[in-house]
């Protein structure tokens, strides 16, 4: 089983600032990776899908890059709402598996 | 309007059992393969189950594995987790997962297994 680490566990950034989150694959998971945004009381919702493309309705203020093992999410210009926990999954074999996920928070 | 309304969550005892349900709406259900997600409240995610959209595939997670059983009608539109042998680690919120990259996803359903 591939194990997802995200790092760091909890984010303090101001709004406006920009925010990068981490994620790595115990091994390769090829571009095979999306990442979710959850707020409390909510289910999880898709930002990012093959590492970089943006989900329908995802703002281009997200981007996610990396390939292989080493993964990152960036948010530029921190909106309020973008305060959230976010997790970083892959599905490039069976099981998938997500990270733990970073909280987000304002600083 | 994409709708995925899981039911049949609830309190049960250890060793018992639960068959959850999601109803589908607002998409070809029988294109899409289907997923089971879950999460102990306040902690992280956990991929349960997925099923072809044929029916013809099934994975589990390790943990649940001869355990639980998936499944599902086509025509109604309906997929199932059939839970058995439950144990307090199986207390989660459950999703029902619409595959691709749809971003879809039910509203959960909280499954609680204690004495």
């Known amino acids: 089983e591939i194990v997802m680490t995200q790092s760091p566990a909890t984010l303090s950034v101001s709004p406006g600032e920009r925010a990068t989150l981490s994620c790595r694959a115990s091994q390769s998971v090829s571009s095979k990776l999306v990442w979710f945004q959850q707020k409390p009381g909510q289910a999880p919702r898709l930002l990012i899908y093959g590492a970089s493309t943006r989900a329908t309705a995802t703002p281009a203020r997200f981007s996610g890059s990396g390939s292989g093992t080493e993964f990152t999410l960036t948010i530029d210009s921190l909106q309020s709402e973008d305060f959230a926990v976010y997790y970083c999954?892959?599905?490039?074999?069976?099981?998938?598996?997500f990270g733990q996920g970073t909280k987000l928070e304002i600083k | 309007e994409v709708q995925l309304v899981e039911s049949g969550g609830g309190l049960v005892q250890p060793g018992g059992s639960l068959r959850l349900s999601c109803a589908a709406s607002?998409?070809?259900?029988?294109?899409?393969?289907m997923h089971w997600v879950r999460q102990v409240p306040g902690k992280g995610l956990q991929w349960v189950s997925l099923?072809?959209?044929?029916?013809?595939?099934?994975k589990y997670a390790y943990s649940v594995q001869g355990r639980f059983t998936v499944s599902r009608d086509n025509a109604n539109k309906m997929l199932y987790l059939q839970m058995n042998s439950l144990s307090a680690e199986d207390t989660a919120v459950y999703y029902c997962v619409r595959g691709g990259f749809s971003g879809d996803w039910g509203q959960g359903t909280l499954v609680t297994v204690s004495s």
């Open positions: 099923i072809d959209h044929d029916g013809g595939g099934t």
């Open positions: 607002g998409f070809t259900f029988s294109d899409d393969r």
């Open positions: 999954q892959h599905y490039n074999n069976w099981p998938y598996t």
